[in-house]
């Protein structure tokens, strides 16, 4: 079976970044894990208790499932806290979950994304997938995830290029629906929240490619 691992590093992430094209895996069969991968952590959260999460938990719950998610995993890395985490124990969950799940294809944040912790998950994930390793993993590609993706000036980082468009035309409308689970994570006004901005996004990358809807990645290896 073709098996899909999608990293996020927070709730939403999946959907915001690849819900649509988690929803065209799904119905074509493939085994999609998305793993969260923060939480509140085992030292008190700048963010808030752990009930925070208990509620936006409950939402990716709901989400995942009507993006037809095979397995929904938890982790417990402390949110907005990666970059004073030891990179050693980040890079071992991700080690861990890769070896478990056995995906095929592993897509990840975009490593140069405003949020550090999208940053620290993306190396874990390079990490954990040296190409020249044994490993199961055939494809690594990196989302784009539209609060984050492209905050940081070009002149900076390297900007987001996409190199793989898939058409999601069949399931943009999966991935409004999930986005709609995520109440406590919709922003009032214009906003790359909003349900419009999500699929102006996914128009504009069909374009690209002659299609009603698409989303994009940037393939850091595929050797299938």
């Not at 999946?14 to 895996?25: D, K």
């Not at 938890?74 to 979950?97: C, K, S």
């Amino acid at each position: 079976m073709n098996r899909v691992l999608v990293i996020a590093p927070h709730a939403d992430d999946e959907t915001l970044g690849m819900g649509a094209t988690i929803a065209r895996f799904s119905a074509e069969g493939r085994a999609v894990t998305v793993a969260i991968m923060t939480g509140h952590g085992s030292e008190p959260n700048v963010l808030g208790p752990p009930s925070l999460w208990d509620g936006i938990r409950a939402e990716a719950a709901l989400a995942c499932k009507v993006l037809g998610v095979h397995e929904l995993v938890f982790d417990e890395l402390p949110a907005v806290g990666l970059d004073r985490h030891p990179t050693h124990i980040t890079n071992r969950r991700v080690a861990d979950l890769v070896a478990r799940v056995a995906p095929t294809e592993l897509y990840l944040p975009y490593y140069h994304d405003l949020h550090g912790d999208h940053g620290a998950l993306a190396y874990a994930g390079f990490v954990a997938t040296r190409p020249y390793q044994s490993h199961s993993v055939k494809r690594v590609a990196m989302y784009e995830t539209p609060t984050e993706t492209h905050l940081l000036p070009h002149s900076v980082v390297n900007a987001f290029a996409p190199t793989l468009f898939v058409d999601v035309s069949e399931s943009i409308g999966k991935k409004t629906d999930a986005w709609n689970c995520y109440a406590s994570q919709h922003h009032a006004g214009h906003s790359p929240r909003s349900a419009a901005a999500i699929e102006a996004l996914a128009t504009w990358r069909g374009a690209y490619i002659g299609v009603a809807h698409a989303e994009a990645f940037h393939v850091v290896y595929d050797a299938q």
